[in-house]
């Protein structure tokens, strides 16, 4: 359902945006584990450790789509404000005629190169092989990914996140259905599980499709509409490629923080893995807050609704903190029972070292409530630069502490070097908010657009 943040309740708007999205990723963080408990238990540790391997490089075709996907959002929900249906439509269709081309180069450039790729990330020969095969097949599914993703976009764009979350929800549990029964029941191997998961892409591109040519005329294209409009896609891909860039910022400073951690010991590596796990769940809502209010600012930015902008703000910012005094006093409590889910009863040095640990971050996730709100705004405010600029400065500050630290403080000194690339974040965030407040409050007076009647 098209939804107009321009007019109504504003924490209202935050909220009903931001818990389909909130529950989506969590199932989607749970999908994933398990799906990883399945390829181990019933394929065996060789495929497991062959689609992890994949991952990353999944993850950096993932970035390149969500990022393309995210700009061409950002200017949806701008027009969509503006009431420029039209505008909406051209840009639409501008993402979507882009989005065929690019997922061939990424299918045959993928597929090209999947071994050299595998091989720079030091794969083992005695898994190259299937981690290959499985890759090749995941590639294939890239249009899907590709497609559903700037779907859910467009409907995310103009108020409704729920649908997707819906579609996402089904094919997920097809997928892990279809695991179950050909996996664990038939006993296929890899092949199955890279088959499965595009399966599941591909029927979810399907079905945001068919929903909106059925329920969102104003997405619907005819054969006609399908034009790439040369400055659309000029926008889409400054802003695409500056996020994209931005996303990629933090894997690779996973990466570096796993160099650090790992000369410390198998238990420590064990306490590290389990608590960034438990990372993971804490952060995804502040995330989905986030890109509440990117879709917040976006609408009342194309519709000039300066005033409206800064209370959504400061109503976003209020729901991060909020959630941060539920999941500091969640992780407080049960820190030792969640370390206890990864472990054996035997292995009391790892739930001590993440229990250490959490109990110091739950009061450091503040940070990243704060710092993913300001990211929301700059977003919905297309100040992408500024995006990446925050995280460069956040991923860059936290790795260097952590080399520093981690020596002398154990897995503790993740958590303090994590607080101090927050920190330094937005120590210069907020002083850019400010300052584009008075920048943007006096270009939206000079330039604010005509509604559509």
């Not at 749970?30 to 799906?35: E, L, P, R, S, W």
């Not at 993440?354 to 109990?359: E, I, Q």
């Not at 897995?411 to 908010?433: D, N, Q, R, S």
Request: proline share 4%; charged share 15%; net charge positive.
């Amino acid at each position: 359902m098209v939804k107009n943040m321009t007019e109504g309740s504003i924490p209202r708007h935050l909220i009903t945006y931001a818990v389909p999205l909130i529950l989506g990723n969590l199932f989607q963080l749970t999908y994933n584990a398990v799906d990883s408990i399945i390829v181990g238990r019933f394929i065996g540790k060789e495929a497991l450790a062959a689609v992890g391997t994949a991952s990353p490089v999944m993850n950096i075709i993932i970035l390149g789509i969500s990022g393309i996907c995210i700009g061409a959002s950002v200017l949806m929900s701008n027009f969509f404000g503006a009431g420029q249906e039209e505008k909406v439509k051209q840009e639409m269709a501008t993402t979507a005629v882009f989005g065929v081309y690019f997922s061939i180069v990424i299918v045959v450039l993928g597929i090209g190169l999947t071994k050299p790729l595998l091989r720079a990330l030091y794969v083992p020969e005695a898994i190259l092989g299937i981690a290959s095969l499985y890759l090749k097949i995941i590639f294939l599914g890239a249009p899907f990914t590709f497609f559903y993703n700037a779907i859910a976009s467009a409907l995310k764009s103009v108020g409704d996140s729920k649908t997707p979350l819906k579609f996402l929800a089904f094919c997920s549990v097809l997928n892990g259905a279809l695991d179950v029964i050909f996996i664990g029941g038939f006993h296929f191997g890899i092949i199955c599980s890279a088959v499965t998961t595009v399966i599941a892409e591909a029927l979810s591109a399907a079905l945001c499709i068919i929903y909106v040519y059925r329920r969102i005329p104003l997405l619907q294209l005819k054969p006609q509409e399908f034009k790439v409009d040369r400055e659309l896609l000029k926008q889409t891909l400054q802003y695409g490629s500056v996020t994209a860039l931005q996303q990629s910022c933090q894997p690779v400073g996973k990466l570096l923080i796993q160099g650090a951690v790992n000369p410390m010991g198998v238990d420590v590596m064990a306490a590290f893995n389990a608590v960034n796990k438990i990372d993971a769940y804490a952060f995804t809502p502040e995330q989905s807050i986030s890109h509440a209010m990117t879709t917040f600012v976006a609408q009342n930015c194309g519709a000039g609704k300066e005033e409206r902008i800064r209370k959504g703000f400061r109503a976003g910012m209020a729901l991060e903190f909020c959630y941060w005094v539920m999941i500091c006093t969640a992780v407080l409590l049960l820190r030792e029972p969640l370390m206890r889910l990864f472990v054996t009863g035997e292995a009391a040095d790892i739930v001590a070292l993440g229990s250490g640990y959490l109990g110091i971050m739950a009061f450091f996730y503040v940070f990243p409530g704060f710092t993913n709100g300001m990211q929301g705004y700059f977003r919905g405010r297309k100040h992408m630069k500024m995006t990446l600029l925050g995280t460069f400065i956040q991923t860059s500050l936290r790795v260097i502490f952590v080399y520093i630290l981690v020596p002398k403080m154990g897995l503790k000194g993740v958590a303090f070097a994590c607080a101090i690339g927050w920190t330094m974040m937005l120590a210069v965030e907020i002083p850019c908010y400010f300052h584009s407040l008075k920048a943007d409050s006096g270009t939206a007076v000079r330039q604010r657009p005509d509604r559509a009647q």
